[in-house]
């Protein structure tokens, strides 16, 4: 039996021997589909290349690591005037030299001083390592129980909820100030060490305000009156930086009143052409100055 093919036909490879199939050939011309290898084809990759694809994707996300660092904090009290004292708390987590401690430090201490004649009158005078207490509910509630040298006792270090490195060693006024007065002109590559970062007692782990201070019978073995736990108030270890008259502003202040009196008293003398007038009013001059700038150095050594 012969075969017999249609206009646009090929023979059915899987037919029969003894049986006849017509089929209609796929068009060929401008209208036929492209015919491309299965690589240059993007539909038509496998099950198999798909899952293989999937599987490299997924081990390479299982070999993604996260770097998390435990939280550190270091606790700055300042005083604000009226006999307030401010409590900042300082996130250390990422810092990684005296100089980095130091300028967020003064961050905190620039800012606590207002735009007022503090900034200009006062300057940082004595630091004390002190233990503090928070009022949670009052915004300047913060009250200095011990000082000047007081670190955390060895049950809160060994409990992980602070650090520093043994043996302790207080760091000098005269150096803390000193760091403190650099980082004000945020010099670069000065005091790049880590030598007081590591030993400046450190918070661990969470704020103090989010916790509360449990009583420990432990502490008073080591003479640490540690009060028990208060809804109201959190406890904390830090460092207490006080204020005083910025003596170079208020030297400045009186020798400009010194040179007012005398001029005025010029004037007196060149005008009523009698001394005794000038120098007597010259003095009354120098004793208003005098009782203002003496009033002045009082009212800020209470700050």
Wanted: with cysteine; net charge positive; glycine share 8%.
């Amino acid at each position: 039996m012969a075969l017999r093919r249609g206009p646009l036909s090929r023979p059915n490879v899987d037919s029969k021997p003894g049986g006849s199939a017509t089929i209609p050939l796929e068009p060929i011309g401008p209208f036929a589909p492209s015919i491309q290898p299965k690589f240059l084809q993007p539909r038509g990759l496998s099950s198999l290349n798909r899952a293989s694809v999937s599987g490299s994707f997924l081990s390479t996300q299982s070999h993604i690591v996260h770097v998390t660092t435990s939280p550190k904090f270091f606790e700055v009290c300042i005083n604000i005037g009226n006999f307030a004292i401010e409590h900042h708390e300082v996130d250390i987590s990422h810092v990684s030299s005296d100089s980095e401690l130091f300028a967020l430090i003064w961050d905190k201490y620039n800012s606590s001083r207002g735009i007022g004649l503090r900034r200009l009158f006062l300057r940082p005078r004595n630091v004390d390592f002190v233990m503090f207490s928070v009022s949670r509910g009052v915004k300047y509630g913060t009250g200095i129980h011990k000082k000047p040298d007081e670190f955390p006792p060895p049950t809160e270090i060994e409990k992980k909820r602070y650090h520093y490195l043994h043996p302790k060693i207080r760091m000098p006024v005269n150096v803390f100030l000193h760091y403190l007065h650099r980082a004000r002109w945020n010099i670069f590559g000065e005091h790049a060490e880590t030598t007081w970062l590591r030993r400046l007692p450190k918070k661990l782990n969470e704020s103090i305000l989010t916790q509360a201070l449990p009583y420990d019978a432990a502490n008073q073995n080591d003479q640490q009156e540690v009060p028990m736990t208060d809804p109201n108030l959190a406890f904390g270890w830090g460092v207490h930086i006080i204020d005083g008259p910025n003596h170079a502003v208020l030297g400045v202040l009186l020798a400009i009143s010194i040179g007012v009196a005398f001029l005025v008293s010029g004037l007196i003398v060149g005008f009523a052409k009698t001394q005794e007038q000038g120098f007597g009013v010259g003095s009354f001059l120098l004793t208003i100055f005098a009782s203002i700038m003496a009033a002045m150095y009082f009212q800020l050594q209470d700050q």
